[in-house]
């Protein structure tokens, strides 16, 4: 079955750059007309698009954070990482990986992961 | 601030029908689909509704979706205490502000 798993720091320091990976299984991230996104949800408040890859490489970022941004994705590793620069307390939160699906965007979700920016 | 207007709260009692709003623009709700998430509480959200109206695998009929012009809705029917959940849209937006857009989410208090 599909399942996508996301893993990194819990807790990082303010300027300090943020790299999330989400591992996928159940699917390639070959796979024709699918990716992979990434979503964020601060406590208590509602979902945020921060940026998608696609299986031929195509990339695009939520243009509100686009100059923080990176996203790339290693086949062989059916990994996806998301890497988000100069972080600010403003930026914690639980972020999620989530698959593009044909027809059906974000069709399976990870669990999420919590990041806290705190010194 | 959200792109996609929806009601921060709405409620019902169960067997009751209720329905969820979501309101955008030309850029997004009008010229693309709609989806639906429900995201039960302290879970990943979960797809309800793709394409304004259909139903991935699973999901029971009681759940559905329309849309008109800039608006789109999600009906809810034969409330049940599990439906207790928050409820967000979204929608591809072509300008250039953002390329996927979520609404503020709507809280179903099931009573």
């Known amino acids: 079955q599909v399942t996508l798993k996301e893993s990194g720091p819990v807790l990082v320091k303010p300027t300090e750059t943020l790299t999330l990976t989400c591992t996928v299984s159940g699917f390639s991230l070959s796979n024709a007309r699918m990716g992979v996104s990434w979503i964020r949800q601060p406590p208590g408040k509602a979902l945020e698009w921060l940026a998608h890859i696609f299986s031929n490489d195509e990339k695009s970022y939520s243009t509100s954070l686009k100059s923080r941004l990176t996203i790339s994705k290693d086949t062989s590793k059916s990994q996806v990482v998301l890497t988000m620069t100069n972080m600010d307390p403003v930026d914690t939160a639980t972020y999620y990986c989530?698959?593009?699906?044909?027809?059906?965007?974000?069709?399976?979700w990870g669990q999420g992961t919590l990041v806290t920016v705190s010194s | 601030q959200s792109v996609l207007t929806q009601p921060p709260s709405a409620s019902g009692t169960p067997g009751q029908r209720v329905t969820i709003s979501c309101s955008g623009s030309?850029?997004?709700?009008?010229?693309?689909?709609v989806y639906w998430y429900q995201q039960l509480p302290g879970t990943a959200p979960k797809l309800l509704i793709y394409?304004?109206?259909q139903r991935p695998s699973g999901v029971p009929d009681r759940f559905s979706g329309s849309k008109s012009g800039t608006s789109a809705s999600l009906a809810i029917s034969g409330l049940r205490s599990e439906d207790e959940a928050d409820y967000y849209c979204a929608a591809w937006d072509d300008s250039l502000s953002a390329l996927w857009v979520f609404g503020g989410g709507t809280k179903l208090t099931v009573l």
């Open positions: 989530a698959r593009i699906g044909v027809q059906q965007p974000f069709d399976y």
């Open positions: 030309s850029s997004n709700i009008g010229s693309n689909y």
């Open positions: 394409r304004n109206n």
